[in-house]
């Protein structure tokens, strides 16, 4: 797995292995337990075993009327298949999917917009650094020079957040608490079902 810096921003570029697709997984899972609590622990167990991190969970309900669990998940796509199986393991599965976007095109055409922002970049500060023009020709190409740069920042945040969606699979998770059973109090007393019978 691809290792994060302390802010979880994944640390490299994906390296495409064997001339294969650039796949940006996403999956879906809803799961029944009767077992929230101890559930929710290993949840929490899977995703360090993983390497992985949420990117957001949120927990509603009571215990008394159920409680559910909803997180975003960020798993290295590699060992999505595994996490997969950790996650069904936690209960009863109610509904699943899955989806693969073929980011390659996207990925090839972004490098090749960078690449061209980045010489347009060195031209112009070459230009600039000779000084041949007037003030108004030097001022141009300074504005030129921090538009480009503009365009450059923005394409290399495209860049990471392209990388971080190959590396990391997506995993939409509901965790449902399975609706407790009424206690049964045994035996009405007589009084008590001679009122519910005049009611």
Do not use: C
Request: hydrophobic letters at 40%; zero cysteines.
């Amino acid at each position: 797995p691809v290792p994060l810096t302390a802010q979880g921003q994944v640390s490299r570029s994906v390296v495409q292995v064997g001339g294969g697709p650039l796949l940006a997984r996403t999956a879906r899972l809803t799961i029944v337990t009767d077992q929230f609590d101890a559930k929710r622990a290993e949840l929490d167990a899977l995703i360090r075993r993983l390497e992985g991190f949420a990117g957001r969970i949120l927990v509603t309900g009571t215990v008394e009327q159920g409680r559910a669990l909803t997180a975003t998940l960020q798993i290295p796509g590699d060992r999505l298949d595994e996490a997969i199986a950790g996650l069904k393991a936690l209960g009863r599965v109610s509904s699943e999917g899955m989806d693969g976007e073929d980011v390659t095109q996207q990925s090839v055409d972004l490098d090749a917009h960078l690449a061209n922002a980045r010489n347009s970049e060195k031209r112009l500060t070459a230009v600039l650094a000779n000084r041949t023009g007037d003030l108004d020709d030097v001022l141009a190409v300074e504005r030129e020079i921090a538009r480009v740069r503009g365009e450059i920042e923005s394409m290399e945040a495209q860049r990471k957040a392209l990388d971080r969606r190959v590396t990391y699979a997506s995993v939409d998770l509901q965790l449902t608490e399975e609706k407790r059973a009424a206690m049964n109090l045994g035996p009405q007393p007589l009084s008590t079902r001679f009122a519910d019978a005049f009611v």
